[in-house]
């Protein structure tokens, strides 16, 4: 089982639609989950972290944390084209020497 | 206040070869760590450095290394180069390290022929 699993994609939603982006993750001491967005030639960059159980909201963004589950989502309410993007989901592991873990990130497009 | 700087953007080499990267993190911050991105991979952790101090590093052969400066700025350095080294490689920066908030240069876009 890989450490952190997205599915890669493409995600295709109508814009103004909810995109719902989902992370799987193995190592059970986990303690912080973050998401990142990397468009298309760039670098990713930080839209959200959460460390608790439950729902984080900023914006249009949603972040929902199982860890009974080992489960991280991410909401996207309203997208928008702009939105378009890979989404990677990154957890900051417990043991070991790689102290972040990337998924492979999911690709969501938004369709006008 | 200035973002992560990389330089060079680009870079062409041959098999065997080595190669320096180089990293300015924003100013105050002192943790640096370097990824390699692949299409097939993804995005895999090279290693951190705080404070000129390597804290951690990944999975990677010992052909990769790296340092990190007084004033914070980071190099990493790729010996004999393999195909398999073309790769997006970029650094991050924030001020305690990966479990912080951390920025993203621009990448230095290896490729090795």
């Known amino acids: 089982q890989k450490e952190v699993e997205q599915n890669s994609g493409p995600l295709s939603v109508p814009e103004g639609a909810i995109a719902s982006l989902n992370c799987t993750y193995s190592?059970?001491?986990?303690?912080?989950f973050f998401w990142y967005r990397q468009y298309s030639g760039k670098s990713p960059e930080l839209i959200m972290f959460?460390?608790?159980?439950g729902d984080k909201e900023d914006g249009r963004f949603t972040a929902q944390l199982n860890k009974a589950s080992q489960y991280v989502s991410l909401l996207i309410r309203d997208s928008q084209p702009s939105d378009s993007a890979t989404y990677l989901c990154?957890?900051?592991?417990?043991?070991?020497?790689?102290?972040?873990?990337f998924g492979k990130g999911t690709r969501l497009s938004v369709i006008a | 206040k200035a973002g992560v700087t990389q330089t060079p953007r680009y870079l062409i080499k041959t098999r065997g070869q080595q190669v320096t990267l180089s990293c300015s993190p924003i100013s105050g911050h002192r943790s640096v760590s370097w990824y390699q991105q692949t299409p097939g991979q993804g995005l895999q952790f090279l290693f951190e450095?705080?404070?000129?101090?390597?804290?951690n590093k990944g999975n990677f052969p010992g052909r990769f290394s790296g340092r990190q400066f007084s004033n914070s700025r980071s190099e990493m350095n790729v010996s004999t180069l393999e195909l398999g080294d073309s790769a997006l490689y970029l650094c991050a920066s924030s001020l305690t390290g990966p479990e912080d908030t951390q920025y993203f240069g621009p990448g230095t876009r290896l490729t090795v022929l």
């Open positions: 959460i460390y608790s159980n």
């Open positions: 450095y705080f404070s000129e101090t390597q804290r």
């Open positions: 190592d059970r001491g986990s303690q912080s």
């Open positions: 990154a957890v900051i592991r417990n043991s070991g020497n790689t102290p972040l873990v």
